[in-house]
Structures are given as C-alpha cells and as structure tokens.
C-alpha cells in the first residue's frame, strides 16, 4: 500500500531541537521531489523546504532558513526534517509530500501529520 509516514513529533521546548522522519512504502522516494510542510492551528499550510526530484536543488522559507534542514536517506527511502533552534510559532502538525514534477508545483501524495509542539 503506498504510503508517507511521518514520525518523531513530540512536545519541545523553544531552543530545543526535534528530528522528524518520513518512511515511503510501495514507492522510491528517489524518483520524486519531497517536502515538508507544516499548518499550525487557524493558518494555512506552508511549505517549509523541499528538494528537487534529482536532489541538487533544495528551497527553505525564510522563516527556517539556517535552522531547519531536509534530507534524503535513499538506502532506507526516508526523508527527515530536522528543526533547530524551535521557536513557539513552529507548533503545528507537520506533513511531508511527494511531487512527480517538482519544487513549487503540487504534491501528488502527502502523509497523515504529525503534531509538534512547541512550549516551556
């Protein structure tokens, strides 16, 4: 069964750091670009970073810029996120996606979410 799943949300205090992981089934994440996105309550979903399907281009928000990185792992067709540096506006479920076009077009598929919050 095709799937995105995302795991390692959790509650974090701000300047903590959190990993996220996505796992793909019954597809190769290698063949497609990937994203994270994130909707926090009330607020539209936004993308945080993305990566190219051939991996040499990859985009972040300004917002997460030096702080958050996505990466590839293609042995175990997985992706992650990881936050640095957290600050209380992070909270929000968080999605990750696949696109078969690319970066800056719409996701063809997308997880279930996975909460993170952010608080002291």
């Known amino acids: 069964q095709l799937q995105l799943v995302e795991s390692g949300g959790g509650l974090v205090q701000p300047g903590g750091s959190l990993r996220l992981s996505c796992a793909a089934s019954?597809?190769?994440?290698?063949?497609?670009?990937i994203a994270w996105f994130r909707q926090a309550p009330g607020k539209e979903r936004e993308e945080d970073s993305c990566?190219?399907?051939?991996?040499?281009?990859?985009t972040a928000a300004d917002s997460v810029q030096g702080r958050f990185t996505l990466t590839r792992d293609s042995a175990n067709n997985t992706i992650y996120l990881q936050m640095n540096n957290l600050r209380p506006e992070a909270a929000a479920v968080y999605y990750c996606?696949?696109?078969?076009?690319?970066?800056?077009?719409?996701?063809?598929?997308w997880g279930k979410g996975v909460l993170v919050t952010v608080s002291s």
């Open positions: 019954e597809f190769n994440l290698n063949h497609y670009a």
């Open positions: 996606a696949r696109g078969n076009i690319g970066c800056g077009y719409d996701m063809d598929y």
């Open positions: 990566e190219s399907i051939s991996g040499r281009t990859a």
